[in-house]
């Protein structure tokens, strides 16, 4: 899945999008559409409203959204790349507007390797590691656990950190990552890969 900007070279900006449209946004969404959502990726496709990087969205006001789904994107950025974004998308928000995140909890993934190992592979670690490596932008350049992302949020200023179930939300009938789970789609009895933490502005 594609999200973010990289030292490549990048597809022309699309034309900024109308502001009626911007209180809920879907960050790095790939091929995934929510209804009722602004999708922003890095690569084009037929359900993006805006081609281009997700860390620098300067045609959005300050403290207009209302919320910012960005799901197993933030570990797309380097370690020293990851509170400039996270910065960005604290200015987007209105007060007590909440950032939801998932990315790949590196906590679980030390777990299942310690139970099963990477075996050939295939079984998920090293894509939840290191990305799927599909196009130049799919790779992975930082890991998370609860305290070390909570910690980075609290930096920039968010507050009210805590976990989301995806159960519980209006977009959990879309299949994406932040219900990772090994087995694959053992969703029951699997052990969950994803680390899904959600904040508000102060």
């Known amino acids: 899945m594609a999200h973010l900007s990289v030292t ?9 999008p109308p502001r009626r449209r911007l209180r809920r946004l879907h960050l790095g969404c ?19 409203d805006y081609a281009g990087p997700v860390d620098d969205l300067p045609f ?3 403290n207009t959204v ?6 197993h994107v933030l570990e797309h950025f380097g370690r020293h790349e990851v509170r400039t974004a996270l ?6 928000l209105a007060p ?32 939840l590691v290191c990305g799927g490596q599909r196009t130049p932008y799919d790779l992975h350049k930082v890991i998370f656990d609860e305290p070390y992302l909570t910690r980075l949020l ?3 200023g968010f507050a009210a950190v805590r976990r989301w179930d995806w159960r519980t939300t209006d977009h959990s009938a879309v299949d994406d990552y932040s ?22 502005k102060r």
């Open 179 to 200: 219900q990772a789970y090994l087995p694959h789609l053992d969703k029951t009895g699997g052990r969950l890969m994803s680390l899904n933490l959600e904040a508000e």
């Open 96 to 127: 007590k507007g909440v950032l939801r995140l998932a990315v790949p909890n590196f906590a679980a993934v030390v777990a299942a390797y310690q139970e099963i190992g990477l075996e050939d592979g295939q079984n998920g670690l090293m894509g």
């Open 154 to 156: 609290q930096a920039v």
């Open 66 to 71: 209302e919320l910012i789904y960005a799901c």
């Open 8 to 16: 490549t070279a990048l597809p022309p900006p699309a034309p900024a």
């Open 30 to 48: 790939g091929n995934k559409y929510l209804e009722g959502f602004f999708h922003v990726d890095i690569l084009d496709g037929p359900h993006i």
């Open 60 to 62: 959005i006001p300050n």
């Open 87 to 92: 910065r960005e998308w604290y200015r987007l």
